[in-house]
């Protein structure tokens, strides 16, 4: 049963659970197997600089073993609680996506051991799916793709009503609306707002999830609501037909892929740092005045903030959703600026620190294609 759910990566190995239920075990008490503890793979031990060399196919990773098969397990859990047959398999790539016309999720490598979990945030300074929540956020949304594929929804006039045409281009970036009644809010960036096919995928995580109790949350987002009674009148539809779409394939397999981490992480920076800026002069300068306007008495801002870019970093994005890269590509550009104009602080810490966080919002939002926010499927 397994393997047919969830493929060769995370199946294998695995015992059917009625097997614990056999008859010859009736009035006896199941022996719990040995843990077993995983063997560590060489890499888990070696420095950035040397993991950074490695291939994609040489890490010899797989689901089978790791926290994914648990959070896995835990959708299939949630979509067996709503009456769904449909169960998505799962693989290991680069990135979180679900591909056209393969009703399955891929899901980044970096969740499948702690070392390369560590290595990402390193290198991009946060985790996707990092956390047990955020991680099941993301396998919802996904999830709704895959769907969405295998019974061919898409298609379907009231969809279309609904959300509007899968078929309209991926455009780069997107103009969120934060304030907008007709979209739900299940990942950051108001995601769903970027795509009719990712305001579906948001609207059956939203519907999907143990005790969201969107019938109260969105009451009053008469837009959203419809989507999701739509929704629920939907699976209730096909609940427990056959998918019109079988394909097994798992698109991009990181065994099949011969980059090495380092260019990957190479061009992933250069994805999310956006085009070098030059415009903060302005804004700058009304924060910190230049040495010679003001004495050299004052404090360096540069070093103000450089010793407060951390807890910028993470404020902003909370607020804004950005990812904290970016946000820490418009602080490095900051600080390059402050030094180069020698502006110094001559006032209260906590007063400039405050306005910094709205300046550094305001350019950080400037910064993501005029204002845009970046869709990354």
């Known amino acids: 049963m397994w393997d047919s759910l969830l493929g060769s990566d995370l199946g294998a190995g695995l015992e059917p659970r009625q097997r614990l239920s056999s008859p010859h075990m009736a009035g ?42 648990a959070r896995v397990e835990r959708l299939y859990g949630e979509l067996e609680r709503r009456g769904l047959r449909f169960r998505p398999h799962v693989w290991l790539s680069t990135e979180w996506f679900s591909p056209d016309g393969v009703p399955g999720v891929a899901v980044p ?4 051991h702690p070392r390369l979990k560590q290595l990402e945030r390193t290198q991009f300074l946060e985790v996707e799916g990092g956390t047990e929540e955020e991680c099941m956020r993301l396998l919802r949304h996904e999830c709704g793709h ?5 019974y061919h929804l898409g298609r379907k006039r009231q969809w279309r009503e609904h959300f509007g045409s899968p078929s309209e281009p991926y455009l780069q970036a997107y103009t969120p609306k ?3 009644k007709r979209f739900v809010v299940n990942l950051e960036r108001w995601y769903a707002q970027s795509h009719p096919s990712e305001d579906f995928a948001e609207t059956f ?5 143990p005790r969201s109790d969107w019938r109260t949350r ?17 699976m209730a539809e096909i609940a427990q037909k056959p998918q019109a779409v079988r394909c097994r394939e798992r698109t991009e397999s990181l065994a099949k892929l ?26 700058l300068r009304r924060l910190f005045p230049e040495a010679e306007e003001a004495g050299a008495s004052g404090r360096s801002a540069a070093q103000l903030l450089r010793r407060a870019r951390p807890e910028l970093r993470r404020a902003i994005a909370r607020w804004t959703g950005q990812y904290r890269y970016t946000i820490d590509v418009v602080l490095e ?29 305001v350019q950080t939002m400037n910064h993501i294609h005029g204002g845009h926010h970046q869709v990354a499927r």
């Open 28 to 69: 006896k008490r199941a022996k719990r197997p040995r843990a077993r503890r995983a063997r560590q793979p060489a890499w888990a031990a070696w420095s950035d600089e040397r993991l950074l060399e490695v291939r994609f196919c040489e890490l010899g990773l797989q689901v089978e073993g790791t926290e994914i098969e």
């Open 218 to 234: 969105y009451a009053t987002w008469r837009g959203a609501k419809k989507k999701l009674e739509y929704v629920e009148g939907l």
């Open 258 to 283: 011969r980059t090495t981490l380092g260019d990957y992480y190479r061009e992933k920076r250069e994805r999310y740092a956006g085009e070098p800026r030059e415009d903060y002069d302005r804004d």
């Open 205 to 209: 995580a939203v519907w999907l999830r």
């Open 178 to 180: 934060p304030y907008s």
């Open 333 to 361: 550009e900051m600080i390059e600026r402050c030094e180069e104009l020698g502006l110094r602080v001559f006032r209260a810490e906590e007063e400039a620190l405050s306005d910094l966080t709205v300046m550094v919002t």
């Open 146 to 150: 895959a769907i969405d594929t295998a």
């Open 109 to 112: 490598f970096f969740l499948a």
